[in-house]
């Protein structure tokens, strides 16, 4: 795989410093891109971001109960993270949140875990907005992902009416 662009590396830089200090406090450790997440018997993912809360060890490569998992994307890696990647995460019982994030647009969607197992999405377009990470006690905006970037938000179409106001 080629190396990230600066916004990809920006980007997942931004998230680290963002949610580590809430993270810390409930005993979790923050790694990126070499952080191994074994999905499967044989498949083993490198997300960009992996909150694991398992117990520390300074010599595993691999998260021994990963919580928070984030993906970068980019127009190449969407259909990987949306797809198979996303359905292997939610898979794994540790794994309560995943989040993926546009590196060329404005856009972060959120995977959440339910009481009962079940999965919710949302995605985020608006800056400002708290996202919370509730089992790191954690909340990050998208002023904090994409700080220092300039991204702009994804074009949105607009409906005229027959008297040419528009319609949103």
């Known amino acids: 795989m ?33 952080t191994a997440v074994q999905t499967d018997r044989d498949t083993v993912r490198y997300p960009d ?15 021994s109960k990963p919580t928070v998992i984030v993906e970068i994307t980019s127009p190449g890696t969407s259909f990987v993270n949306f797809g198979d990647k996303l359905r292997e995460y939610q898979r794994l019982q540790s794994v309560d949140t995943v989040m993926q994030i546009e590196s060329e647009l404005v856009l972060v969607k959120v995977h959440r875990r339910q009481s009962d197992g079940t999965w919710t999405d949302e995605s985020i377009e608006d800056f400002g907005v708290a996202i ?20 702009r938000p994804r074009p949105r179409l607009v409906v005229l009416t027959n008297d040419h106001t528009p319609k949103l």
Request: hydrophobic share 35%; proline share 10%.
């Open 132 to 151: 919370p990470i509730p089992s790191i006690g954690a909340s990050i905006t998208l002023d904090h992902v994409y700080d220092t970037l300039d991204l």
């Open 49 to 63: 971001v992996v909150v694991d809360c398992g117990p520390p060890d300074p010599s595993a490569k691999m998260a």
């Open 2 to 34: 080629p190396a990230a662009n600066e916004g990809h590396n920006v980007i997942c830089s931004n998230v680290l410093v963002a949610i580590a200090p809430d993270g810390k406090k409930k005993g979790c450790r923050m790694t990126s891109s070499d």
